[in-house]
């Protein structure tokens, strides 16, 4: 059974799908020179391209249980949220995106990115954290990687401040704007959160030093 598109909350934030309505705050952070360097969205970042994502491959991510891409929101009005009748009703202000795409079964890979100025509150850590849980508790994933450009040191925060464990460096792994690039590898896995596994998982035997 596919899942459905979802709304989480955590302490200080909203997770929602993105649709039409956010094109025009995707495009503004977007313009930032950070995120524009360190991920692999278009630059120029023109209104086109926020539109396609926010009207057309966010939703199909949904549709086809491939990506699932949570705009993460302020709740500037959480007593009016999802009212019917009440226009543009529920979070607008947009602090950044955080993603889960499939790579394999059981497997999952975390993506974010956070608005200039809503960087330093901890928003995207709490965020990602409530994507990840609800990808280990909902999706049956059992293993979410973190990827980032070796140097991209604010989502190295992120990522450990989610309790990702860093597992090495890989050689010309990340492909950005044609350029190909090393990049740094890390997973969370559910026992990780105090949770339930999906499938069983024994690992492997720690070996002496020197073997």
Known sequence: M?????????????????????????????????????????????????????????????????????????PDHPDLADLPGVPDAGPRTLTGVVSLTMRSLGTAEIGFWAAKEHRGRGYTTEAALAAVRWAFTALSVDRVEWRAEVGNTASRAV?????????????????????????????????????????????????PPGE
């Open 159 to 207: 990522a450990e401040n989610a309790g990702f464990t860093l597992e090495g460096t890989l050689r010309s792994a990340i492909n950005n704007k044609g350029v190909r690039r090393d990049c740094w590898l890390a997973s969370l896995l559910p026992s990780d959160l105090g949770l339930p596994s999906a499938a069983p998982y024994v690992p492997a035997p720690h070996s």
């Open 2 to 74: 596919e899942p459905e598109p979802v709304t989480l909350t955590t302490p200080r934030l909203v997770l929602r799908p993105l649709d039409p309505r956010d094109a025009d705050a995707v495009y503004t952070a977007a313009q930032d020179p950070d995120i524009q360097r360190w991920t692999t969205i278009p630059s120029p970042y023109l209104p086109e391209h926020a539109e396609t994502f926010t009207e057309l491959l966010a939703p199909e991510g949904w549709a086809t249980s491939s990506m699932f891409t949570f705009g993460i929101f302020l």
